[in-house]
């Protein structure tokens, strides 16, 4: 999770526990990761809102790629935030 969630969903995950496992498989993460400039683009607050961009890349879910949206959903399931 170490980069943007999709991108900072999956960076810095501040969500988690240090006791809790991380909840995005290997595959979804690196997936993630292949959005990342993506969202950077879309959501340039991404490394540096509270949030880590959540808000935006929710907010503008429909000028993401079919494809980072899909995997923008599967990593905002995964989390709980769908």
Not at 40 to 57: K, N, R, S, W, Y
Not at 60 to 77: E, G, L, N
């Amino acid at each position: 999770m170490r980069a943007v969630a999709i991108a900072l969903l999956i960076a810095e995950p501040s969500h988690c526990s240090a006791a809790s496992p991380p909840v995005l498989s290997e595959r979804l993460q690196q997936d993630a990761m292949s959005c990342v400039n993506e969202a950077v683009q879309i959501c340039p607050e991404v490394f540096t809102a509270d949030d880590h961009g959540l808000a935006c890349m929710t907010g503008k879910r429909a000028a993401f790629s079919p494809r980072c949206r899909v995997i923008y959903d599967r990593v905002a399931r995964a989390l709980g935030r769908r």
